[in-house]
Nanobody, 127 residues
């Protein structure tokens, strides 16, 4: 069992930066591939970023590539999403997700591949 709690959301101006954190409970975190998704108002939840269990490999949605960075600290059981050069269209609820006992070197970018989800944290980017 993995429990995920996101934090760090809030209101930010366009062009600004925010760092989201996702604290995980459970000993399976170190073997879990992690991901971030978001749901904008009136839209379906979409993939944002993913990382392998080791943190070696990452993958990003085209819409955030070059602006967002996913990272993890296995000693703290925490995954981060650094969001720079924010745009109003980045406004959404952001969710972290975990795929425990992931295949080494594998990341996942579809919702169905993730077994555990956080409750989400709101990020609002004003123009």
């Amino acid at each position: 069992q993995v429990q995920l709690v996101e934090s760090g959301g809030g209101l930010v101006q366009a062009g600004g930066s925010v760092r989201l954190s996702c604290a995980a409970s459970g000993r399976t975190f170190v073997a879990a591939a992690m991901g971030w998704f978001r749901r904008a108002p009136g839209k379906e939840r979409e993939f944002v970023a993913a990382m392998t269990s080791s943190g070696t490999n990452t993958y990003y949605a085209d819409s955030v590539k070059g602006r967002f960075t996913i990272s993890r600290d296995n000693a703290k059981n925490t995954v981060y999403l650094q969001m720079n050069s924010l745009k109003p269209e980045d406004t959404a609820i952001y969710y972290c997700a975990a795929h425990p006992f992931a295949v080494s070197g594998r990341y996942y970018y579809t919702e169905k591949d993730y077994d555990y989800w956080g409750q989400g944290t709101q990020v609002t980017v004003s123009s």
